[in-house]
């Protein structure tokens, strides 16, 4: 094939010989299995929501092959152009994510959504990627190499943060808060804070903590089902932990579990239980393996990389991505409080897969190989 010739000038060709493409396999691999686990979880839950038992799937489909071209379109991105598409993205992410105090769709007490045909989206997904993004670009090039240009970039990587905390309080969605903060505060510690004030920083966000679970009943309640099994209602975790026990070590077979018919997010937040019940603990580990691989592999990457800007860019987009990932995973086993957030790719949703393929292809465009006179 002419694209696949080291030879060939074109976009794709070029394209295809830079990019990271183990990182691209491991991601076209979550993808598939995000095809098998929706199938085997979403016609039970489907059905109990009185729907025809192909309608997340078909949906599914559409959310993941829309996702994989976008990633591919993203990666061929210029750094220079990713900067663009970042600060387009963080402004109307921004905007809308505005949007739903006002119009937002209201879902066990919180406002995160917004009603679009065969959709319900997210818009505060968007904001992980493409603040990572411009942090980074403020945290770097923004004002130039002066001290004080430096100072206002940095400054106005703060704002930013602020409106975003004030958005993401006010809806309420501390889980999602939490990720971008760990984002923020990682590039923060990666561009080479004060020991002192990393400390600080740590300090904040355990008051922070403290502080969610005083005001925000939900928390409270989260975290006192955690830390006291006996008290409270444990039904889903519970449930959870017992289809991995019933998977064993090479699960029950493929259509065989029973979680998909007990719980009512088999098929977004507790699609790992799913997997470790019908697959079994090889397959999870297989899962949790690719996971660590592309976060492993970019931050490996990143040792030889000079560019500052992209350096702190993809350890935020790699924070993100990995912290995600744990979340869904560690909550499905009991190893933290419950968060509904997805697993990347695996999980039904499609705002989800649309903003972690974003933040992938980000990702992949801005680590690939350039040579001398390649566009900036």
């Given at each position: 094939m002419p694209v696949l010739s080291r030879s060939d000038p074109s976009v794709l060709g070029r394209w295809w010989w830079t990019v990271d493409r183990w990182t691209l396999f491991s991601v076209v691999a979550l993808i598939g299995f995000g095809y098998i686990l929706v199938l085997a979880a979403s016609p039970a839950v489907a059905e109990r929501i009185h729907q025809s038992r192909d309608i997340f799937i078909l949906k599914q489909v559409v959310f993941l092959a829309i996702s994989g071209a976008l990633m591919v379109g993203v990666s061929l991105l210029s750094p220079r152009n990713i900067r663009r598409l970042a600060l387009a993205g963080c402004a109307l992410a921004l905007v809308l994510t505005a949007l739903t105090l006002v119009h937002g769709v209201e879902i066990k007490g919180a406002r995160r959504w917004i009603a679009?045909?065969?959709?319900?989206?997210?818009?505060?997904?968007?904001?992980?990627?493409?603040?990572?993004?411009?942090?980074?670009?403020?945290?770097?090039?923004?004002?130039?190499?002066?001290?004080?240009?430096?100072?206002?970039?940095?400054?106005?990587?703060?704002?930013?943060?602020?409106?975003?905390?004030?958005?993401?309080?006010?809806?309420?969605?501390?889980?999602?808060?939490?990720?971008?903060?760990?984002?923020?505060?990682?590039?923060?510690?990666?561009?080479?804070?004060?020991?002192?004030?990393?400390?600080?920083?740590?300090?904040?966000?355990?008051?922070?903590?403290?502080?969610?679970?005083?005001?925000?009943?939900?928390?409270?309640?989260?975290?006192?089902?955690?830390?006291?099994?006996?008290?409270?209602?444990?039904?889903?975790?519970?449930?959870?932990?017992?289809?991995?026990?019933?998977?064993?070590?090479?699960?029950?077979?493929?259509?065989?579990?029973?979680?998909?018919?007990?719980?009512?997010?088999a098929h977004a937040d507790f699609v790992f239980a799913v997997a470790g019940e019908e697959f079994g603990l090889l397959v999870c580990l297989l899962i949790l393996g690719v996971f660590g691989f592309i976060v492993l592999r970019g931050l490996l990457r990143l040792i030889q990389e000079t560019d500052e800007f992209v350096i702190l860019a993809a350890s935020g987009l790699l924070t993100g991505f990995g912290l995600q990932a744990f979340v869904n995973m560690a909550s499905s086993l009991h190893l933290i409080p419950t968060k509904g957030m997805t697993l990347p790719f695996i999980s039904y949703g499609g705002s989800s897969a649309l903003s972690v393929a974003l933040g992938l292809g980000m990702l992949l465009a801005l680590t690939r190989r350039r040579t001398h006179g390649d566009p900036s």
């Open positions: 679009l045909p065969g959709l319900s989206l997210q818009p505060s997904e968007f904001l992980k990627p493409c603040f990572a993004v411009v942090s980074a670009w403020l945290l770097t090039e923004a004002g130039g190499k002066s001290g004080l240009a430096r100072v206002r970039g940095t400054v106005a990587a703060f704002v930013i943060f602020a409106m975003i905390l004030a958005l993401l309080q006010s809806q309420p969605d501390i889980g999602m808060l939490t990720v971008i903060t760990t984002v923020f505060f990682a590039q923060l510690f990666v561009q080479g804070m004060n020991l002192a004030f990393a400390g600080m920083g740590v300090a904040g966000m355990i008051g922070a903590a403290i502080g969610a679970y005083a005001i925000f009943p939900h928390v409270r309640s989260r975290v006192t089902r955690f830390l006291h099994p006996g008290q409270g209602d444990h039904y889903q975790v519970d449930t959870a932990l017992q289809a991995f026990a019933n998977g064993g070590l090479l699960g029950r077979g493929p259509g065989e579990g029973r979680v998909k018919d007990l719980l009512p997010d």
